[in-house]
């Protein structure tokens, strides 16, 4: 990316039809002019994926290229392909030399080549000679990926590479983007959603970004949303036992749920009740079974069906499936069989400890400082499990660990907490609809 080849770039962009918005202008036309490593850091529905294809196709306009597209999965990598196919190849056809859709595979009549692959697959990231590397979403990859199997592909010729990603912490992808602080040939820049004008017309005060500072914590929105290389460190929970105590008990007209952390060794339960309040579900918890060691599973069910509430949903951890070597059969069985159904988010995101956490803590504080946790001031077990729930201690503003403390004790209340959440509001609907650019 020199400097003399920008006027050239523009009039590539222009000839697609492709006008950047004011964050993506930083990708193709970085003031950094000596970096082949550029760091990427931005806000979900910034248009990372849409820029870094149309980079990739102004490099793959040069004769003799070599470029590879790597995602997480074939399907991930499939998106920045196919914006890459429909402006070089649909309706190109004198260009193309060979090409497949379903193989993620151009060669061009020039001598360039695109490929696009699979980080789920890293035997078959195993080549040399690349131009261009676009790696997506690179802060949920596995920093032996990089080092091992991807970092060689451009060594030979010098190749440049593409990090492109929302931020997940402060992980490798951290260091990597210090690098731009210091080193010439890395260049690091971040862009909160709020720079694409297309999607967000109004800026930080547009009603979608609104919507999501309502529903995430402050440190979750700072990461999704303004590229903030947040810390989850402390208390996880942000709870205060005089904003989220008082009288909350069971309430006959509100619907009642509970929860459940299976374990033998300290199971955990919550009843739980929702409430619309301004239009948003308040989370009402009335009472619980927590701190009680050695409870066989029968033993569980019978508490639970002595309460006498009249549950409408039970939640709990799809690891209660997992076949017990004593019964022969996993919690969710044996729940079953004594006429109650334990439903279980089972996608990764939501199995994910991290993810499920963070996401959850919106639900205590969110970016708009709504807060939807009432516990009843008899749950004394709750307001203490809540209160001790911490993450790791930090070193060099690092955490050691960003999973929160499992102490045996305070956690698994914590647990089916989160389990609740996780199925009551599932993470996979938290996303917001794609806008048409």
Not at 9 to 16: E, N, V
Not at 86 to 99: A, T
Not at 272 to 290: A, K, N, P, V
Not at 306 to 316: H, W
Request: aromatic share 14%; hydrophobic share 35%.
């Amino acid at each position: 990316m020199q400097e003399k080849n920008y006027e050239f770039k523009r009039k590539w962009f222009q000839y697609l039809g492709y006008t950047p918005h004011r964050g993506q202008l930083a990708l193709h036309f970085p003031k950094k002019t000596t970096a082949r490593f550029h760091v990427f850091v931005c806000g979900r529905r910034f248009g990372k994926t849409w820029a870094s294809a149309m980079e990739a196709t102004y490099v793959a306009s040069q004769p003799n290229k070599r470029i590879w597209v790597v995602g997480m999965s074939y399907k991930k990598a499939r998106l920045i392909f196919r914006e890459i196919w429909q402006r070089m190849v649909v309706g190109h056809p004198e260009d193309v030399v060979r090409s497949s859709e379903k193989d993620m595979y151009i060669k061009f009549k020039w001598g360039t080549t695109v490929e696009g692959m699979s980080a789920d697959n890293p035997s078959s990231l195993v080549g040399e000679g690349l131009d261009l590397l676009v790696i997506d979403e690179v802060a949920k990859m596995n920093k032996k990926i990089w080092d091992m199997y991807l970092s060689p592909t451009v060594a030979g010729r010098k190749g440049e590479v593409i990090f492109i990603t929302t931020p997940e912490g402060r992980n490798w992808i951290y260091d990597l983007y210090k690098l731009g602080d210091v080193d010439d040939i890395w260049h690091n820049y971040s862009s909160p959603s709020w720079l694409n004008e297309h999607e967000f017309p109004l800026g930080m005060e547009d009603p979608a970004l609104i919507e999501r500072r309502r529903n995430m914590s402050s440190a979750l929105f700072g990461q999704e949303f303004g590229a903030e290389f947040s810390v989850f460190e402390g208390k996880v929970w942000d709870f205060n036992r005089e904003l989220d105590t008082g009288s909350f008990p069971y309430n006959p007209n509100l619907p009642t749920y509970c929860s459940i952390d299976f374990g033998f060794r300290m199971p955990a339960v919550l009843f739980i009740q929702t409430e619309l309040i301004d239009g948003q579900e308040h989370i009402r918890i009335f009472d619980s079974i927590l701190h009680k060691k050695d409870i066989k599973t029968e033993d569980l069910i019978k508490m639970i069906k002595t309460k006498g509430y009249p549950v409408i949903s039970y939640y709990g951890d799809p690891a209660g499936s997992n076949v017990q070597g004593q019964s022969g059969a996993g919690d969710m069985e044996i729940f079953r069989r004594s006429g109650i159904r334990v439903m279980a988010t089972r996608d990764r995101e939501s199995r994910n400890i991290v993810s499920s956490v963070a996401y959850a803590r919106g639900f205590f504080a969110s970016a708009d400082d709504t807060r939807r946790i009432h516990v009843d001031s008899k749950c004394l077990d709750v307001i203490q499990d809540f209160e001790e729930y911490r993450y790791p201690e930090s070193e060099s503003g690092k955490p050691i660990k960003e999973e929160p403390i499992k102490d045996g004790y305070h956690d698994h209340g914590n647990d089916a907490f989160r389990y609740f959440i996780t199925n009551r509001f599932p993470m996979k609907n938290r996303e917001m609809k794609r806008i048409q650019r």
